[in-house]
Antibody, heavy 120, light 107 residues
Framework: EVQLVESGGGLVQPGGSLRLSCAAS????????MNWVRQAPGKGLEWVAN????????HCVDSLKGRFTISRDNAKNSLYLQMSSLRAEDTAVYYC?????????????WGQGTTVTVSS | DIQMTQSPSSLSASVGDRVTITCRAS??????LAWYQQKPGKVPKLLIY???TLQPGVPSRFGGSGSGTDFTLTISTLLPEDVATYYC?????????FGQGTKVEIK
């Protein structure tokens, strides 16, 4: 079964750091672009970042550059999001999502999400 | 950055109605446009990619059209299980911006 499972969320104080993980199974992880998408409580979806199959290219939304870093370990079938200098507005459910095989594909597989709460 | 504007932000329609949601990009995006459905409390689900290609397993009452900057998601016959928020997303280049969402309810 194709599956993505996020972990690493939790309660963190403003200014703190957190690393989210996404474990992939059921498909050849190293063959796909991977993404992070977040959703603040009661709000819409916000694309955060993505990373190429071999990790040689990454993109991040401008507002998060310098604080959030996406990475992957293909040997461990894992995707990561390192978050630092966290703010209350970073409180959200964070999803990892796979881009489909072809360049025209959308994000066809999503994890269940992990919740990050930034609060003192 | 290219902005994505969805309309309406919400709608209420009767079972059996035809429903249309519009998404406009501030610049051309070469049909790198996807539609997602998110039911309350659930994970988003890909419905359509490349503006008009139905994701396998998605009911045929869902359809996408458009090109360049103007795109449409159509539900040909609204069913109760279609109650959800629908998002467009462009992925021609980073950032892969989402529209603000359209909440669909049953009248």
């Amino acid at each position: 079964e194709v599956q993505l499972v996020e972990s690493g969320g939790g309660l963190v104080q403003p200014g703190g750091s957190l690393r989210l993980s996404c474990a992939a199974s059921g498909f050849t992880f190293s063959s796909y672009w991977m993404n992070w998408v977040r959703q603040a409580p009661g709000k819409g979806l916000e694309w955060v970042a993505n990373i190429k199959q071999d990790g040689s290219a990454t993109h991040c939304v401008d507002s998060l550059k310098g604080r959030f870093t996406i990475s992957r370990d293909n040997a461990k079938n894992s995707l990561y999001l390192q978050m630092s200098s966290l703010r209350a507005e970073d409180t959200a459910v964070y999803y990892c999502a796979r881009r489909g095989w072809n360049y025209y594909d959308g994000m066809d597989v999503w994890g269940q999400g992990t919740t990050v709460t930034v609060s003192s | 950055d290219i902005q994505m504007t969805q309309s309406p932000s919400s709608l209420s329609a009767s079972v059996g109605d035809r429903v249309t949601i519009t998404c406009r990009a501030s610049q051309g995006i070469n049909n790198y446009l996807a539609w997602y459905q998110q039911k309350p409390g659930k994970v988003p689900k890909l419905l359509i990619y490349a503006a008009s290609t139905l994701q396998p397993g998605v009911p045929s009452r869902f359809g996408g059209s458009g090109s360049g900057t103007d795109f449409t998601l159509t539900i040909s016959t609204l069913l109760p299980e279609d109650v959800a928020t629908y998002y467009c997303q462009k992925y021609s280049s980073a950032p892969w911006t989402f529209g603000q969402g359209t909440k669909v309810e049953i009248k």
